[in-house]
Each structure stands twice: as structure tokens, then as C-alpha cells.
């Protein structure tokens, strides 16, 4: 359930609920959502965290939720906040140009329930802003890093995913499971006569993926026609493909300590006849 906030939430006696703070009101041309959250190789969060400073997006709404982590986020000025999602909102300055809401949080919504009441609320404001397609963001796991990221597209609807497939995507694998938001939020919209397309960047999935980022952002700048500099994502992809060749350089001395032990396990084998 989706309670709008406009009041001091202070002597609550009622069981806690997934609501919206609002910011301020904006009235949007024919927006689209596009949102990204925390997962495999935080390719969602990267992807939109860098759509919002690029395009200097505004801020539009909090979302909080009991299904979030029991923690609080602490600043660097030493200041404490509930685990949030946040919306943004950029007004395309091109005639007839589809406006956007962005969507990102600290943390994906825990359990089944959880992802469900949180999805459902997303969508559920966008809505309220005009919103009729949804544009998920995730990562797609491979199992070794490779120099080029492929981008798969999955959709509810035909003539969007071609759409995407024009734009650089590739088909989905049959049968392929898509978690948490990038997936319920696809399988949701159906219900709201939302269209609703997923784009997943490969990834190895262990660490933050920069380059499954960018690779997403490609396809995605040229489904909306927008122009994005994505030159800035070259420097974090650099330092994190030095922290994958420490860590893969790590990996193969743990591999050959494992086989010298073990080969020195061998020798001491005696046998008592």
C-alpha cells in the first residue's frame, strides 16, 4: 500500500507502510521510467545514478519502506537517514521530446513481500505522473570478464523490444529468471497497461561493473534519442578492471596454494600393513 507523506510522522501507532515523500510537483510530457537498483554488478545503480548527473535531473520524490534494510545511512556530516529510493525528473528539451523519471535507491526491498509492496509503489507513482512505458535496468551474469559487454532486451511488448533490439540490444535467452525490481517491475506494468522493456548488461556480477554500465547506456541513449557523454565512465572503468586483475592474480595464488597443499598432503600418506 502507498501512502502519500504530507504531514510530521510523529506519534505513528499504526503498522509501518511503503510511502512517498514528495519534493515538489512537476508536470511531465509523456514521461518514461527508467530505474535501476542494486544487484548484479550494480549495473542498475551506475547506470542511473550516471543518467541523473549527466542530465542534472531534479530531485522528485523519496520513497521509504519498511522493507528496506533495518539500518540507518549515515553522511559525511555525520547525519543519519532511513535507507531510501528516490525519483528524478528531466524535461527534454527537444520539440515533442518524451520527458524522463528516473528511479534508484540504496537497496533493493527484502523478501518476496517486500519486492512486491515496493515495486507496486514505484509504479504506482509513476503512474500518477503520466507514466505509460517502463525501462528496467539490471545486470546479465557471464562467467569470465571479457572486453566487450553484450546488452540483452526483454519486453512485454513487440514493437518495444524491437525498438531495442534497433538499438543494440540482443534477445534474451530463453527462460532466463530476472530478479528482484528490474524483473517484477517488467512483469508488474502488464497489470497497469504499462509497456515495459529490460535492458541487462554482462557482467561477472562480483563487484561494481562500470563497463556493463556503459555498454547499457549505449543502447538506451540511442532508444531515446538523447545525446549522453558517456566519456566520463572511461576513468571508473579503467579502475575497476585493475581491481579485477588484482583480484584474478589473488585467486590464481589461493588456486596454486590449494594444489601445493594438497599435492604435499599426498606425499605424507604412509600406509600400515
Not at 520539440?95 to 507496486?120: F, H, M, N
Request: net charge positive; charged share 25%.
Amino acid at each position: 500500500m502507498i501512502t502519500l507523506w504530507k504531514r510530521v510522522w510523529r506519534g505513528v501507532r499504526e503498522p509501518l507502510e511503503t510511502f512517498i515523500k514528495e519534493r515538489r510537483k512537476a508536470t511531465l510530457s509523456n514521461p518514461i521510467l527508467i530505474g535501476g537498483f542494486p544487484g548484479l554488478g550494480s549495473v542498475g545503480q551506475i547506470a542511473i545514478t550516471y543518467l541523473k548527473k549527466k542530465l542534472k535531473a531534479k530531485t522528485l520524490a523519496d520513497l521509504y519502506s519498511p522493507h528496506f534494510p533495518h539500518h540507518v545511512v549515515v553522511s559525511s556530516s555525520g547525519r543519519v537517514r532511513l535507507p531510501r529510493a528516490q525519483f528524478y525528473f528531466w524535461r527534454n528539451p527537444q520539440e515533442r521530446g518524451r520527458d524522463l523519471i528516473l528511479v534508484t535507491g540504496d537497496s533493493q526491498a527484502q523478501g518476496y513481500e517486500g519486492q512486491y509492496a515496493v515495486v507496486d509503489a514505484i509504479l504506482n507513482y509513476a503512474e500518477q505522473q503520466g507514466v505509460k512505458t517502463v525501462i528496467t535496468i539490471g545486470g546479465f551474469r557471464i562467467k569470465s570478464d571479457s572486453s566487450k559487454r553484450k546488452v540483452v532486451s526483454i519486453s512485454s511488448n513487440r514493437i518495444l523490444l524491437k525498438k531495442m533490439l534497433t538499438a543494440g540490444a540482443e534477445r534474451s535467452p530463453v527462460g532466463n529468471p530476472i530478479m528482484g525490481f528490474a524483473g517484477l517491475a517488467l512483469g508488474l506494468a502488464r497489470f497497469r497497461r504499462m509497456r515495459a522493456a529490460c535492458l541487462l548488461g554482462e557482467t561477472a556480477g562480483y563487484m561494481p561493473d562500470p563497463k556493463a554500465a556503459k555498454a547499457v547506456l549505449n543502447v538506451l541513449r540511442k532508444f531515446l534519442g538523447v545525446a549522453l557523454d558517456l566519456a566520463s565512465l572511461n576513468e571508473e572503468i579503467e579502475r575497476s578492471g585493475e581491481v579485477f586483475e588484482r583480484m584474478v592474480d589473488v585467486q590464481q595464488e589461493m588456486e596454486n596454494l590449494v594444489k601445493e597443499r594438497a599435492d604435499i598432503e599426498g606425499r605424507k600418506i604412509t600406509y600400515i600393513s
